[in-house]
């Protein structure tokens, strides 16, 4: 299992910034995709996952500014749209897919980060 994940950068604050993770290999089905953050001196924590059939899930420091959701023709590529960016947003970004089929790929993997440096 593969991610690819891109898209970050540095912004202004209130500025958007969309971050994709490309997930492929020895995925049938996944039970959710995931982005994590981690910025310096701070602990990994969920930003955002949504699950194989689309239900979506927010931490509290993302809901009404950033969506989660699987590209149209393609569920294995999943985009976080981050709007009015805070200078507290900045981290590096992670990707990661709980696999749960097949077999021979369950569990949790996880992809490259992507650095967002929001300016105030």
């Known amino acids: 299992v593969q991610l690819q994940a891109s898209g970050g950068g540095l912004v202004q604050a209130g500025g958007s910034l969309r971050l994709s993770c490309a997930a492929s290999g020895s995925i049938l089905v996944y039970n959710r995709i995931s982005w994590y953050r981690e910025a310096p001196g701070k602990q990994r924590e969920l930003v955002a996952s949504?699950?194989?059939?689309?239900?979506?899930?927010y931490a509290d420091s993302a809901k009404g500014r950033f969506a989660i959701f699987a590209d149209d023709g393609n569920k294995y590529t999943v985009y976080l749209q981050m709007n009015n960016l805070k200078p507290e947003d900045t981290a590096v970004y992670f990707c990661g897919v709980d696999v749960y089929a097949p077999d021979s790929a369950k569990g949790l993997h996880w992809g490259q980060g992507t650095q967002v440096t929001v300016s105030s």
């Open positions: 949504v699950t194989h059939g689309g239900t979506a899930n």
